[in-house]
């Protein structure tokens, strides 16, 4: 109905190269943690976001204007995308190639990229961070999130639930996962920056 839900403050320009390299430095030592253990994480995420399905739901409700149904169904996505994450970090295969040297094998080994950065819009405010974040992370990367300027209530609740996965995880490193809130300008420095390796 247009009434005020909340203030929160925008991350000035200034600060978004700090953000990201905070992250690239997290993405660091993440990338050596083994992606079963990666994956860890995201299970406990994927029960942070099952206790607080109803809260999370109904807030994207309030803030994107959704009906009830289709904010909790879009918080049961991200529990669904845990999910996936979870068999997917026992799953970072890579091929075993014939060589042609004797005695020799080709093995394919898959790296991380780095920081990923995720820019969403508002009619899908928390899943599509969801989608994006639980890949990233079993994969070892890090997370930087620019949400729409519309939604940043339901972004900064989606990464209050991720701090309380890490808290519980205990040992990942700082600033894995950061919101950057602000308009158009902040996700051009996002897209801008050599330090993010992808951005969705």
């Not at 909340?6 to 600060?15: D, W």
């Not at 995201?42 to 607080?52: A, D, I, K």
């Not at 409700?61 to 991200?78: N, P, R, Y």
Request: proline share 4%; glycine share 8%.
């Amino acid at each position: 109905d247009g009434a005020t839900l909340g203030q929160v403050h925008e991350t000035p320009l200034s600060e978004v190269a700090a953000v990201i390299a905070r992250a690239h430095a997290a993405h660091q030592s993440w990338r050596v943690v083994p992606a079963p253990q990666r994956g860890e994480l995201v299970r406990l995420l994927g029960e942070e976001l099952r206790e607080h399905k109803q809260a999370l739901g109904t807030l994207v409700s309030l803030e994107a204007g959704k009906v009830l149904s289709e904010g909790l169904g879009e918080v049961q996505e991200m529990i669904d995308i845990c999910d996936f994450a979870v068999g997917l970090s026992r799953q970072l295969y890579g091929l075993t190639i014939a060589s042609e040297r004797p005695g020799h094998r080709m093995m394919e080994t898959w790296h991380p990229l780095g920081v990923v950065g995720v820019i969403s819009a508002f009619n899908f405010p928390v899943a599509v961070w969801s989608w994006n974040t639980a890949l990233a992370l079993v994969c070892g990367n890090a997370v930087v999130w620019k949400p729409s300027e519309k939604t940043p209530l339901t972004a900064l609740a989606s990464q209050a639930i991720l701090d309380r996965a890490l808290a519980r995880f205990g040992d990942a490193p700082d600033a894995l996962s950061q919101v950057l809130i602000g308009d158009r300008a902040i996700g051009e420095v996002l897209v801008d920056d050599r330090k993010v390796a992808l951005v969705s």
